[in-house]
């Protein structure tokens, strides 16, 4: 069973950064696409970041030039770099782990980020 801790969420002021960090176990790392996601209160789910397998990036346009998203294969990890923080980026930031051409469709539980003064 593939598992996925997020960690790294917190308070913030506008401005600041923030590094996000996904473990994974249980899963062929280095096949997976991973992607980091928000939802904010009262508003759904929304893709923030994705990295493929092999590397290739993809950004909301809300999160380009301030997110970068990353991945270690030899630590089973997912990062997302955050910077210029702004209180609309407030919401809690989840992993995904898929394959593609798969069903196979793994979140870990989330973490909160709070961007305020």
């Known amino acids: 069973q593939v598992q996925l801790v997020e960690s790294g969420g917190g308070l913030v002021q506008p401005g600041g950064s923030l590094r996000l960090s996904c473990a994974t176990s249980?899963?062929?790392?280095?096949?997976?696409?991973m992607g980091w996601y928000r939802q904010a209160p009262g508003k759904e789910r929304e893709l923030v970041s994705a990295?493929?397998?092999?590397?290739?990036?993809n950004y909301a346009d809300s999160a380009r030039g301030r997110f970068t998203i990353s991945r270690d294969n030899a630590k089973n990890t997912v990062y997302l770099q955050m910077n210029s923080l702004k209180p609309e980026d407030t919401a809690v930031y989840y992993c995904?782990?898929?394959?593609?051409?798969?069903?196979?469709?793994?979140w870990g539980q989330g973490t909160q980020v709070t961007v305020s003064s």
């Open positions: 249980g899963s062929i790392f280095s096949f997976a696409n």
């Open positions: 995904r782990h898929y394959y593609t051409g798969s069903i196979s469709d793994y």
């Open positions: 990295i493929s397998s092999g590397g290739s990036t």
